[in-house]
């Protein structure tokens, strides 16, 4: 990594609208005031642009999303916003104190790898006609254990009362959760945090609905 290019030039972020995985992304440089550009990666379109060759190279795993910053290419959401948050200014993403930055880490790691990747577009097209089940199932199951620990570690956001790494996480998880029609009442601190967060800017403008590749009938 060459340190001497940190900022030097605006990130890409290749993404789409819907992905929550960009959506961290996008909430992570909206918190920074980070400025950045977006090429879109139309995940259905043409049997999804995500698995071309040429996206291959900007990530192996053919999913969204890859940044390009630095001078470097990185994938996976949460290692991109821990790069971004060791090398920018602004609000902390993983709070100084160890153990709060375990709860982040904790939260975040549950809806990165506990809940989002079953129910990805990947997995869902190998389900067949049970793919709307199956992802309501596995999203029920990590809310059902999300919402004692949240009921924990929550202030006015996941982790006490700074928003992390953690926040970035739950929004696009309960709008997913949302989309596959799972009763986000049942679980109230969830619930809560999330109109908490939702009020915020930086969730408001990276919302998929505000975005350049937004369909029309989709847009805010
Ligand atoms: N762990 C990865 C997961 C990336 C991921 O699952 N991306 C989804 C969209 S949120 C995707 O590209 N899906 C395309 C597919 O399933 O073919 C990350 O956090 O970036």
Request: proline share 7%; net charge neutral; with cysteine.
């Amino acid at each position: 990594m060459h340190l001497s290019l940190v900022g030097l030039t605006k990130p890409v972020l290749h993404g789409y609208f819907r992905s929550s995985c960009s959506w961290r992304v996008r909430i992570a440089f909206a918190l920074k005031g980070i400025e950045y550009d977006q090429v879109p990666v139309n995940l259905i379109k043409d049997g999804g642009q995500q698995l071309t060759e040429e996206y291959k190279k900007l990530n192996p795993m053919q999913q969204v999303p890859a940044v390009e910053v630095d001078g470097i290419r990185l994938s996976q959401s949460l290692a991109v916003i821990q790069y971004i948050d060791e090398t920018r200014p602004g609000p902390r993403l993983l709070p100084a104190d160890p153990v709060k930055r375990a709860q982040v880490r904790m939260i975040s790691d549950l809806i990165a790898s506990g809940i989002q990747p079953l129910q990805n577009l990947y997995v869902l097209q190998k389900m067949g006609a049970e793919k709307v089940q199956w992802a309501q199932h596995f999203i029920v199951r990590g809310f059902e254990a999300l919402e004692p620990m949240l009921k924990q570690t929550a202030g006015k956001y996941c982790v006490g009362d700074e928003i992390s790494m953690a926040d970035v996480c739950l929004v696009p998880q309960v709008y997913n959760a949302e989309r596959f029609k799972v009763d986000v009442d049942a679980y109230p601190t969830i619930k809560m945090l999330n109109q908490t967060l939702v009020e915020l800017e930086a969730f408001k403008v990276t919302h998929p609905s505000r975005q350049p590749d937004t369909p029309v009938d989709l847009r805010a």
